[in-house]
């Protein structure tokens, strides 16, 4: 049988599959995927980070031994929760760096040290028991969500270790540092109506004697209390000090208050990430998920 001309064209390209059932070409081929997010220049080297994530793990398990972490298998909901207050205050990481978030849940109140990296994996290196604004007493606050960055703006300062009117050193032992993260808007803990003022956002450690041992439940006027472990994890490290520690170089007030025999990590950052996981609108569909 002859065939005629279009027969053979249509044979030809049916053959070298241009064309197909019902004479639609094929879609061409999807483009190849950009590459992924190269590390900056002056970012450490995985082997860096994972060296430093071991060596932190370990120090900070040795702090805070009777605050020990006690929920690993939750390290994913710590890492979204930080994650997406991050995105909510529209703050962009470019390079690895621990990150201290605190979970003011009154069934939480902890602090998670976190290693935020925007080209790997994120890790929790560990945490401790905190104590955050109590609600119901007139003059506490509750204390303030977002994220609240620790830089040169304003200058923090050590514990005198003084007692106050009723025998607390409420700043802890002398020595200890109090990290300032300036005037903050906070809701007045013992008024209905969610009436605001303005507090004073400071993280700093609490009398070791009465206060320490009831860590793990809200009862500050709206500052964050720490163990005296974990001050002086935070202190030795330079976990939020990334910033100062340039500053220190040349000025001499910021060189001050850091400690002499401080040993600061290069994964160093300037983040405090308050969140509460009880609350649905900032915890999205994971409530308390950080117990």
Request: proline content about 9%; glycine content about 8%.
């Amino acid at each position: 049988m002859r065939l005629t001309r279009m027969a053979v064209a249509r044979a030809v390209l049916a053959m070298t599959g241009l064309i197909v059932a019902g004479c639609v070409a094929p879609s061409p081929p999807p483009p190849p995927r950009p590459p992924a997010a190269a590390a900056c220049a002056t970012c450490p080297s995985p082997a860096v980070i994972a060296q430093q994530v071991a060596l932190l793990r370990q120090a900070l398990a040795a702090s805070v031994p009777q605050h020990g972490w006690q929920a690993p298998a939750r390290d994913a909901a710590w890492i979204t929760l930080a994650r997406d207050a991050l995105a909510a205050a529209r703050i962009a990481l470019h390079r690895p760096q621990l990150v201290a978030v605190v979970d003011r849940d009154p069934a939480v109140q902890r602090l998670a040290i976190l290693l935020a990296d925007p080209y790997g994996p994120w890790r929790v290196i560990g945490g401790s028991k905190v104590s955050t604004g109590q609600a119901g007493r007139r003059g506490y606050f509750i204390t303030p969500t977002g994220v609240f960055v620790h830089n040169g703006k304003i200058l923090d300062y050590r514990a005198l270790g003084t007692f106050n009117e009723n025998h607390i050193r409420g700043l802890g032992l002398k020595g200890m540092r109090v990290w300032d993260f300036g005037w903050q808007t906070a809701r007045k803990g013992w008024q209905s109506d969610d009436e605001t003022g303005e507090i004073r956002l400071l993280l700093h450690a609490t009398d070791p004697d009465y206060l320490e041992p009831r860590l793990g439940r809200p009862a500050s006027k709206g500052c964050i209390r720490v163990p005296a472990g974990m001050n002086r994890f935070l202190d030795l490290h330079g976990v939020l000090d990334r910033e100062y520690e340039v500053l220190a170089r040349s000025d001499p007030a910021f060189a001050a208050v850091l400690a002499p025999d401080r040993s600061p990590t290069p994964l160093a950052g300037d983040k405090l990430v308050v969140v509460d996981s009880a609350d649905p609108i900032l915890a999205g569909r994971t409530p308390s998920a950080a117990r």
